[in-house]
């Protein structure tokens, strides 16, 4: 039963959808979903991400499966495969935005930009 896509959508803080993913048995992993999220919303660097699965927070060493084994957590209807609703918070690092590289201070004004404008 491992071999089911697992469709996830992530939800910005604001209940705006930033993703909607289809992920392969073998990006069933926070790390997997990450990147992901990262290449729907360039602006979300992986490690500013912070996943929450029912209020849950996802470790970077979690797979979806030990999630989604919880009924209340994912609900596909029928023969639909499993359907997961995880939410993104996107914290920056103090360490990248004082390091003064233009760039990256720029990328963290976009995502927060971003993430705000889902509102």
Known sequence: AM???LE??????AGNVVAELCL??????????KRLIHEAAPAALPRWQRLLV???LLEDSDSLAS???DPAAASGAGGAPPRLVVQLVVSAEPRDLVQKDPHVVA???????ALAAGA
């Open 107 to 113: 990328q963290a004004a976009l995502a927060f930009e």
């Open 54 to 56: 029912g209020g849950r």
């Open 24 to 33: 392969e048995p073998e990006q069933q992993n926070t790390v997997g979903v």
């Open 67 to 69: 999630v989604t084994a």
């Open 3 to 5: 071999s089911e896509v």
């Open 8 to 13: 996830l959508t992530v939800v910005g803080l």
